[in-house]
């Protein structure tokens, strides 16, 4: 027989109620608190791929915005996707963030409907970062000369050809899957850790073509160790001058622009998200790191974090449809 129950349930009411206050007043004094140690950036990248040099433009600055430390810790692996989750089940108090391009929240989810291990609203937007067209390539000494040279060879050799991805789900592969279908042909994609890989393998012959962003492309087209055959965006770039468009070597509307973002765990304290926000839009907005990323390509393209969300439900709902066109699954 229980002496005190009335005792009993009054104190576990009264942990109960402090339990319940201390969640509710924990968010606003880590809020202020914060920050008060070194910040981890998670890319799930290889070092000099365009989102780790994007990170590391942004993390010198926002440290010394912040007065601490911003590491950025590069996890490559599957697309992007095993450092995404791992982001995902991060402790939602500031100090983790991830900077990512658009697979692995866009696409990923549509391809890996059972296995990936997330979603999308497992993370907290924070701002896009910067968008970019994809551009084409193949071996310098290729014969192929054009779009259309590169459709004729894949044709007159039914899956012999292969092409580099950053991973299953990626731009890189989903712009050559939207290609083959357009085209009616057959490739073998051959997925690498990071666009450095890719493009490297392209130098060597190893793979005969690859979509990849223009910041690790051009410099390998400028010294004409590979050559462009066209770029993604449906109207010629400023910054990518004498590259035709896919739209005008005979394919309308391909379009694909890559983007890359930063995000938090969801149930980051919003005050954090927003002084984030507001940091990374102001240094995206400062000439020195505009003149570093158009160095890489791309163009700086600070948003809110409600801007962020409806681009990945819009770019969703476009490539998920060619996806679902095309039969695509990787569960």
Known sequence: MHRFPLLRRTLSKTALGLALAATVLGTPALAATWPDKPLHMIVPFPPGSSP??????????LSKALGQSVVVENKPGAGGNIATRDATRAKPDGYTILMTINGPLVTAPTLYKKTLGYKPQDLAPITLVGTSPNVLIV???????????????????????????????????????????????????????????????????????????????????????????????LQPSDILPGIPTMASQGYPDFESISWDAMFAP?????????????????ILKTPPVKKKMASLYFSPAPSTPEQLTALIKSDTERWGGLIDRLHLSLD
């Open 52 to 61: 780790d040099i994007l990170a590391r433009v942004i993390a010198e600055p």
């Open 139 to 233: 071996p310098q000494n290729s014969p192929v000369k054009s779009v259309k040279d590169f459709v004729a060879r894949a044709k007159a050799k039914p899956g012999a050809m292969n092409f580099g991805t950053v991973g299953p789900g990626s731009s890189s592969h989903l712009c050559m899957a939207m290609l083959e279908h357009r085209a009616g042909i057959e490739l073998e994609q051959i997925p690498y850790s990071g666009f450095p890989q890719v493009v490297r393998s392209v130098i060597n012959g190893d793979i005969q073509a690859s979509f990849m962003v223009p910041g690790i492309a051009m410099p390998q087209i400028q010294a004409h160790k590979v050559r462009a055959l066209a770029i993604t965006s």
């Open 266 to 282: 969801a149930g980051t304290p919003p005050q954090i998200i927003t002084r984030l926000n507001q940091e990374i839009t102001a």
